[in-house]
Protein backbone atom coordinates (compact mmCIF):
# COMPACT_ATOMS: atom_id res chain seq x y z
CA UNK A 1 0.00 0.00 0.00
CA UNK A 2 2.95 2.57 0.91
CA UNK A 3 4.55 1.67 -2.43
CA UNK A 4 1.81 2.30 -4.26
CA UNK A 5 1.17 5.76 -2.43
CA UNK A 6 4.73 6.98 -2.81
CA UNK A 7 4.83 5.83 -6.63
CA UNK A 8 1.49 7.16 -7.59
CA UNK A 9 2.43 10.61 -5.33
CA UNK A 10 5.62 10.64 -7.28
CA UNK A 11 4.29 11.08 -10.77
CA UNK A 12 1.58 13.79 -9.39
CA UNK A 13 4.99 15.60 -8.34
CA UNK A 14 6.98 14.75 -11.60
CA UNK A 15 3.74 15.83 -13.37
CA UNK A 16 3.54 19.01 -11.46
CA UNK A 17 6.71 19.90 -12.46
CA UNK A 18 6.79 18.99 -16.38
CA UNK A 19 3.53 21.38 -16.12
CA UNK A 20 5.45 24.37 -14.36
CA UNK A 21 8.58 23.94 -16.73
CA UNK A 22 6.34 24.28 -19.84
CA UNK A 23 4.68 27.05 -18.63
CA UNK A 24 8.08 28.84 -18.31
CA UNK A 25 9.22 28.17 -21.04
CA UNK A 26 6.03 29.22 -23.17
CA UNK A 27 6.62 32.34 -21.50
CA UNK A 28 9.92 32.71 -22.30
CA UNK A 29 9.12 32.32 -26.36
CA UNK A 30 5.88 33.83 -26.54
CA UNK A 31 7.60 37.53 -24.00
CA UNK A 32 4.39 36.56 -22.01
CA UNK A 33 5.93 39.07 -18.62
CA UNK A 34 6.86 41.46 -22.20
CA UNK A 35 4.16 41.90 -24.59
CA UNK A 36 5.82 43.83 -27.91
CA UNK A 37 3.89 45.83 -29.96
CA UNK A 38 3.44 44.55 -33.87
CA UNK A 39 6.31 46.02 -35.97
CA UNK A 40 4.17 47.04 -39.12
CA UNK A 41 0.60 48.27 -37.93
CA UNK A 42 -2.98 48.08 -39.99
CA UNK A 43 -3.98 51.63 -39.49
CA UNK A 44 -3.15 54.27 -36.61
CA UNK A 45 -5.23 57.08 -35.44
CA UNK A 46 -3.68 59.36 -34.40
CA UNK A 47 -5.34 62.49 -31.92
CA UNK A 48 -8.17 60.46 -31.01
CA UNK A 49 -9.68 62.01 -27.80
CA UNK A 50 -11.66 59.46 -25.96
CA UNK A 51 -13.22 62.56 -23.57
CA UNK A 52 -16.49 63.25 -24.72
CA UNK A 53 -16.40 66.73 -25.98
CA UNK A 54 -19.43 69.19 -25.10
CA UNK A 55 -22.22 69.76 -27.47
CA UNK A 56 -25.22 71.40 -27.91
CA UNK A 57 -26.87 74.79 -27.65
CA UNK A 58 -24.86 77.66 -26.11
CA UNK A 59 -26.04 78.87 -22.31
CA UNK A 60 -27.49 82.31 -24.36
CA UNK A 61 -29.50 80.15 -26.79
CA UNK A 62 -30.86 78.01 -23.69
CA UNK A 63 -31.82 80.95 -21.83
CA UNK A 64 -33.57 82.70 -24.91
CA UNK A 65 -35.55 80.05 -25.47
CA UNK A 66 -36.57 79.02 -21.98
CA UNK A 67 -39.80 80.16 -20.05
CA UNK A 68 -40.83 81.12 -16.77
CA UNK A 69 -43.23 78.52 -16.57
CA UNK A 70 -40.70 76.04 -17.85
CA UNK A 71 -38.38 77.09 -14.87
CA UNK A 72 -41.52 77.10 -12.21
CA UNK A 73 -41.92 73.13 -13.08
CA UNK A 74 -38.02 72.55 -12.31
CA UNK A 75 -38.17 74.27 -9.36
CA UNK A 76 -40.51 72.07 -7.50
CA UNK A 77 -37.01 70.18 -6.89
CA UNK A 78 -36.24 73.36 -4.68
CA UNK A 79 -38.90 74.23 -2.69
CA UNK A 80 -38.72 72.15 0.54
CA UNK A 81 -35.49 74.49 0.97
CA UNK A 82 -36.15 77.86 -1.27
CA UNK A 83 -39.02 80.29 -0.96
CA UNK A 84 -38.43 83.03 -4.49
CA UNK A 85 -41.69 85.24 -3.43
CA UNK A 86 -40.96 89.15 -2.45
CA UNK A 87 -40.30 88.81 1.08
CA UNK A 88 -41.10 84.97 1.74
CA UNK A 89 -39.26 83.39 4.84
CA UNK A 90 -35.93 81.59 4.56
CA UNK A 91 -35.85 78.18 5.29
CA UNK A 92 -33.15 75.43 5.20
CA UNK A 93 -32.24 78.00 2.15
CA UNK A 94 -32.54 81.33 1.40
CA UNK A 95 -35.48 83.19 0.25
CA UNK A 96 -34.41 83.81 -3.27
CA UNK A 97 -36.65 86.85 -4.70
CA UNK A 98 -34.24 89.08 -6.50
CA UNK A 99 -30.82 86.55 -6.31
CA UNK A 100 -30.01 86.96 -10.14
CA UNK A 101 -27.87 89.62 -10.33
CA UNK A 102 -27.46 90.42 -6.54
CA UNK A 103 -24.37 89.76 -4.45
CA UNK A 104 -23.67 86.06 -3.42
CA UNK A 105 -24.83 85.36 0.63
CA UNK A 106 -26.35 88.82 0.25
CA UNK A 107 -29.99 87.72 1.49
CA UNK A 108 -30.05 89.04 5.22
CA UNK A 109 -31.18 86.89 8.34
CA UNK A 110 -29.98 83.86 6.12
CA UNK A 111 -26.22 82.46 8.02
CA UNK A 112 -24.38 81.44 4.62
CA UNK A 113 -21.62 78.90 5.01
CA UNK A 114 -18.10 80.70 4.75
CA UNK A 115 -17.07 79.43 1.92
CA UNK A 116 -19.81 81.16 -0.25
CA UNK A 117 -19.87 83.84 1.68
CA UNK A 118 -16.27 84.84 1.54
CA UNK A 119 -16.06 84.10 -2.60
CA UNK A 120 -17.62 87.86 -3.03
CA UNK A 121 -19.16 88.19 -7.00
CA UNK A 122 -22.54 88.35 -8.17
CA UNK A 123 -25.06 85.86 -9.85
CA UNK A 124 -24.51 86.00 -13.25
CA UNK A 125 -25.63 83.82 -15.65
CA UNK A 126 -22.52 81.69 -15.84
CA UNK A 127 -22.15 81.81 -11.91
CA UNK A 128 -25.92 80.68 -11.53
CA UNK A 129 -25.46 78.09 -14.31
CA UNK A 130 -22.49 76.67 -12.60
CA UNK A 131 -24.14 76.80 -9.28
CA UNK A 132 -27.04 75.35 -10.21
CA UNK A 133 -24.99 72.31 -11.92
CA UNK A 134 -23.11 71.42 -8.96
CA UNK A 135 -22.95 73.46 -5.97
CA UNK A 136 -20.43 71.94 -4.26
CA UNK A 137 -18.41 71.32 -7.25
CA UNK A 138 -18.79 75.28 -7.76
CA UNK A 139 -17.99 75.84 -3.88
CA UNK A 140 -16.30 73.86 -1.96
CA UNK A 141 -17.28 73.75 1.37
CA UNK A 142 -20.83 75.00 1.20
CA UNK A 143 -23.61 74.04 3.12
CA UNK A 144 -25.99 73.46 0.59
CA UNK A 145 -26.84 69.27 0.14
CA UNK A 146 -28.01 69.50 -3.23
CA UNK A 147 -26.94 67.33 -6.44
CA UNK A 148 -27.45 69.49 -9.11
CA UNK A 149 -29.20 70.19 -12.48
CA UNK A 150 -27.47 67.58 -14.86
CA UNK A 151 -29.46 69.19 -18.26
CA UNK A 152 -28.36 72.64 -19.11
CA UNK A 153 -31.87 73.49 -20.30
CA UNK A 154 -33.32 72.84 -17.16
CA UNK A 155 -30.73 75.28 -15.27
CA UNK A 156 -31.29 77.43 -17.82
CA UNK A 157 -35.19 77.50 -17.47
CA UNK A 158 -34.19 77.94 -13.42
CA UNK A 159 -32.61 81.13 -13.93
CA UNK A 160 -35.15 82.49 -16.24
CA UNK A 161 -37.66 81.68 -13.87
CA UNK A 162 -35.54 82.90 -10.43
CA UNK A 163 -35.31 86.91 -12.99
CA UNK A 164 -38.89 87.02 -13.01
CA UNK A 165 -39.06 87.35 -9.48
CA UNK A 166 -36.98 90.22 -9.43
CA UNK A 167 -33.72 89.91 -10.75
CA UNK A 168 -31.75 92.40 -12.36
CA UNK A 169 -29.18 90.39 -14.43
CA UNK A 170 -28.93 91.25 -18.22
CA UNK A 171 -29.62 88.37 -20.58
CA UNK A 172 -26.50 87.28 -22.47
CA UNK A 173 -26.67 87.61 -25.85
CA UNK A 174 -27.03 84.86 -28.46
CA UNK A 175 -23.99 85.24 -31.35
CA UNK A 176 -25.20 86.31 -34.72
CA UNK A 177 -27.04 84.14 -37.16
CA UNK A 178 -24.10 84.69 -39.53
CA UNK A 179 -21.18 84.06 -36.94
CA UNK A 180 -23.38 80.90 -36.36
CA UNK A 181 -23.63 79.72 -39.83
CA UNK A 182 -20.04 80.56 -40.40
CA UNK A 183 -18.78 78.89 -37.45
CA UNK A 184 -20.78 75.69 -38.05
CA UNK A 185 -19.44 75.64 -41.76
CA UNK A 186 -15.92 75.94 -40.52
CA UNK A 187 -15.95 73.24 -38.12
CA UNK A 188 -17.89 71.15 -41.35
CA UNK A 189 -14.45 72.01 -43.33
CA UNK A 190 -12.02 70.87 -40.80
CA UNK A 191 -14.27 67.37 -40.01
CA UNK A 192 -13.91 66.62 -44.03
CA UNK A 193 -10.58 67.85 -44.24
CA UNK A 194 -9.94 65.55 -41.28
CA UNK A 195 -11.55 62.39 -42.43
CA UNK A 196 -9.83 63.04 -45.96
CA UNK A 197 -6.27 62.90 -44.08
CA UNK A 198 -7.20 59.90 -42.37
CA UNK A 199 -8.15 58.35 -45.38
CA UNK A 200 -4.74 59.28 -47.22
CA UNK A 201 -2.97 57.56 -44.24
CA UNK A 202 -5.26 54.38 -44.43
CA UNK A 203 -4.27 54.45 -48.59
CA UNK A 204 -0.57 54.67 -47.54
CA UNK A 205 -0.62 51.74 -44.94
CA UNK A 206 -2.38 49.63 -47.01
CA UNK A 207 0.44 50.34 -50.09
CA UNK A 208 2.98 49.42 -48.02
CA UNK A 209 1.63 46.30 -46.25
CA UNK A 210 1.47 44.96 -50.32
Request: charged content about 20%; aromatic content about 8%.
Amino acid sequence: MDDRFNTAAGWVLFAGIVGLGLAILSGKYFHADNPERPEQLGYVIEGVDTEEEESGPSRATLIASATAAQGEAVFAKCMACHTVEQGGANGVGPNLYGVMGAAKAAKSGFGYSSALSGMGGEWTWENMDAWLASPRGYVSGTSMNFAGLSKPEERAAVMIYLQSYGGVAERPEEAPAEETAEAETEADASDEAEAAAEQDAAAEVNEGGE
